[in-house]
């Protein structure tokens, strides 16, 4: 079956920079988007970041500048490199990719979370 799996998180001080990582594996077809989505503690899970097939990026605005979405499509993973964080960016971040399992099917899958945490 289809997996994402997200790695990279960790504690990290105001300031400070991590790479998270999401790999995608299983019977895939094709990859559309692939984004990254966050969910604080006592928070709703927002929009941090999403990228297409072809590259084109969108960011929540509290992250424009700060972070950067990237994607191999060969690899099949997506990658979300994090600077000058803050602690307000603490939160468990979780991949998202809307994955064509064959060429008839399009679904949309999550990963089981990675936790920043920004403090010192």
């Known amino acids: 079956q289809v997996q994402l799996v997200e790695s990279g998180g960790g504690l990290v001080q105001p300031g400070g920079s991590l790479r998270l990582s999401c790999a995608a594996s299983g019977p895939i077809f094709s990859i559309d988007g692939m984004g990254w989505y966050r969910q604080a503690p006592g928070k709703q899970r927002e929009f941090v970041a999403r990228?297409?097939?072809?590259?084109?990026?969108k960011y929540v605005d509290s992250v424009k500048g700060r972070f950067t979405i990237s994607r191999d499509n060969v690899k099949k993973m997506t990658y979300l490199e994090m600077n000058s964080l803050k602690p307000e960016d603490t939160a468990v971040y979780y991949c998202?990719?809307?994955?064509?399992?064959?060429?008839?099917?399009?679904?949309?899958?999550w990963g089981q979370g990675t936790q920043v945490t920004v403090s010192s």
């Open positions: 998202n990719a809307q994955i064509r399992p064959d060429q008839w099917s399009l679904r949309d899958y």
């Open positions: 990228i297409t097939h072809t590259g084109d990026t």
